[in-house]
């Protein structure tokens, strides 16, 4: 009886759980149909910000707060988070002229909130609120109102912010996306803000992780295999590129290469790379994403690719061990 009666237990917690996540996607559906030409305008006074979007919340919608402004600063948007309570007590000399305050406030009455918004008025910036009542103080104080209301929150007992914050985070996320769309934010852009962890290994690329200078080995076309060899050992390297005359990268001499030739010569040393060299190679050019150098490295089965340029000289190498972790 007791294993039936904890079962029971556990679908129940089941059903509560679906009602609560199906209650907040029902809002955030909702939220919708109430887009307009408010978001257009919120979303261009943001994109054509001088200054920095100074981003103000209390309670639970401070957190949400912190991640949209951590969200818009890693997507090319100068940004920062500002406690309502700390800004009533010196902090709000953060805020310039040229700022945007986004303010976020599911009453739009927050003590917190509203007692900085004559303040705000005399500094000169502007102020774009994120409320869940149109009609509140702090909506009548804004330059832009975002309607972020819900019908109920998903808590049982109507009081915790639940979807009240959901509907918030996801207005927050549409607002990012849209500005750097609107400012023309790319990859590379990304990368540069995302430098570290497996993130920011895949947004590297081709030519931030190559070899160069002298662990690039590149030999000429008549140089002899045992040359080649020595080369390849002092470059710390699985391989060198061939070259001709102009320098133009005519193939790639790799330890296969050298293993294959052995079977076949004798006096494998003596003679030129050329011979032996793998013809017409794959290879990569500078501004490749490096996860592109690894599919390349993988899908051929391959562990070394030559980096050549526009003009068809070898730039780099890249080694499948230095993509390990992307």
Same mark, same amino acid.
């Given at each position: ?172 996320? =549409? !607002?990012?996306?849209?500005?750097? +769309? $609107? ?11 995302? %430098?570290? *962890? ?94 592109? =150098? !690894?599919?390349?490295?993988?899908? +051929? $089965? ?11 000289? %070898?730039? *780099? ?10």
């Amino acid at each position: 009886m007791g294993t039936q009666a904890q079962l029971s237990q556990s679908i129940d917690i089941l059903d509560l759980a679906k009602d609560v996540i199906s209650s907040e996607a029902k809002e955030v559906m909702a939220l919708c149909n109430r887009l307009d030409d408010n978001f257009i305008r919120a979303v261009d006074m943001m994109s054509s910000c001088k200054g920095r979007i100074v981003v103000t919340g209390m309670g639970k919608s401070g957190i949400v707060g912190r991640k949209i402004s951590a969200s818009l600063a890693s997507t090319g948007t100068p940004s920062l988070s500002l406690h309502p309570a700390e800004a009533l007590h010196g902090d709000l000399g953060m805020v310039q002229p040229d700022d945007l305050v986004l303010a976020l406030s599911n009453s739009g009455e927050t003590e917190e909130i509203t007692r900085l918004l004559p303040t705000i008025k005399k500094i000169g910036a502007k102020l774009i609120s994120m409320v869940g009542r149109v009609e509140s103080t702090l909506a009548r104080y804004s330059d832009v109102v975002l309607d972020a209301s819900i019908t109920k929150e998903a808590c049982l007992l109507g009081l915790a912010p639940t979807s009240s914050t959901t509907v918030t985070l996801v207005l927050g996320d =549409a !607002l990012t996306i849209c500005v750097y +769309k $609107k400012k023309g934010f790319k990859v590379e852009d990304f990368a540069l803000f995302h %430098p570290a *962890g497996s993130l920011g290994r895949q947004l590297l690329k081709v030519e931030d992780i190559m070899r160069t200078g002298q662990h690039n080995p590149i030999v000429k076309k008549d140089t002899t295999v045992k040359d080649t060899l020595v080369a390849i050992t002092r470059a710390h390297a699985g391989a060198a590129s061939v070259v001709d005359g102009d320098g133009c990268l005519v193939g790639f001499f790799t330890d296969g290469d050298f293993r294959r030739a052995v079977e076949l010569y004798d006096d494998v040393l003596k003679q030129p790379v050329n011979i032996f060299m793998t013809k017409n190679p794959l290879t990569i050019k500078p501004g490749c994403l490096a996860a592109e =150098a !690894l599919k390349l490295i993988k899908d +051929k $089965k391959i562990d070394e690719l030559p980096v050549v340029g526009s003009d068809g000289r %070898p730039l *780099g190498i890249i080694d499948e061990g230095d993509l390990l972790g992307l």
